[in-house]
């Protein structure tokens, strides 16, 4: 991903627009706080899905080749669990929680060709669809 914005840099036309969009996937509790990560097995196994939070960054260590960089972090919980939540708010965390279904589902594959055995990941799947199934505040 490192690379790849430096192409950007190198292909945008003068005046261009760099816009990216990407996911925190972290997971957080009630109040906002992080979870703790509960690694089973081999942590080394994929890729990794931390360049979300080094994006910022990345572009300020390129130096002054853009003419503004900013972020803006959004929370979007997975379902319309919160109290006090307008219709609209509601909504969209209710479409957030299908999206988190679908997208635990098509990692399967993935998870699959890096060696993990099928009833784990199995496991991993009914788990988490579980867990999302039964948010509540």
């Known amino acids: 991903y490192r690379k790849f914005m430096d192409e950007v840099a190198e292909i945008l036309r003068p005046g261009g627009v760099f816009l990216t969009v990407d996911g925190d996937m972290e997971l957080q509790d009630e109040n906002r706080n992080p979870l703790p990560l509960i690694n089973e097995g081999d942590p080394a196994r994929g890729p990794g899905i ?3 939070p080094k994006i910022y ?4 260590a390129q130096g002054n080749i853009w003419e503004s960089i900013g972020q803006k ?6 379902g319309a669990w919160e109290d006090n939540m307008s219709a609209k708010d509601k909504e969209i965390a209710e479409f957030m929680g299908q999206d988190i279904m679908r997208l635990i589902q098509s990692v399967r594959p993935l998870l699959l060709s890096y060696g993990w055995f099928n009833e784990t990941v199995d496991k991993w799947t009914a788990g988490a669809h579980e867990e999302i199934r039964s948010l509540k505040n």
Do not use: E, F, H, K
């Open 73 to 78: 972090m959004v929370y979007i919980p997975l």
């Open 50 to 52: 931390d360049a979300y």
């Open 57 to 60: 960054g990345w572009l300020q």
